[in-house]
């Protein structure tokens, strides 16, 4: 299975709601927000999607200004998890954090979600907070921080 990641457009939405929709069922972003986020692209916001033959499997985003950046969100469909995509798009994200001249990455996950921690830890990240009741559901989210410079 080759991936393919490219940078997202407002053609892409369509396909991309699909993903946000199964991955984040019950906190999904709407169109708009996307729109709004891909509207603010280049300036703050960098947006990939993963593509698997014709299909967007994927997409990430991320917002960076001055030297922060956060990771607004990865999703990958079902039946695309655990072959390393989510990992492929954190990478780029990362690398455009540190084009942008972030010195640190910072990020939201949901406490009930230890797969994404797991990767999240693998790549650097620590944790550093937590959010109560911070998705619409009433979960908490860890807060997390990568030091791009150390």
């Not at 620590?126 to 109560?132: M, V």
Request: aromatic residues 8%; glycine residues 10%; hydrophobic residues 40%.
């Amino acid at each position: 299975m080759s991936v393919v990641l490219r940078p997202m457009t407002h053609d892409d939405l369509p396909e991309v709601m699909k993903v946000e929709r199964e991955t984040f069922p019950l906190d999904a972003w709407s169109e708009g927000m996307l729109r709004g986020e891909l509207d603010d692209q280049p300036r703050t916001r960098h947006y990939v999607v993963a593509v698997v033959g014709e299909e967007i499997v994927g997409y990430a985003g991320l917002y960076a200004a001055g030297d922060q950046a956060d990771v607004q969100t990865i999703a990958v469909s079902e039946g695309h998890r655990r072959a390393g995509i989510g990992g492929a798009m954190l990478t780029e994200l990362l690398t455009e954090a540190v084009r942008r001249g972030a010195t640190s990455v910072f990020l939201e996950v949901r406490a009930d979600n230890s797969g994404a921690q797991a990767v999240y830890e693998r790549f650097g990240f620590e944790r550093i907070g937590l959010r109560r009741r911070y998705y619409e559901d009433g979960t908490d989210a860890i807060m997390m921080k990568k030091d791009l410079n150390a």
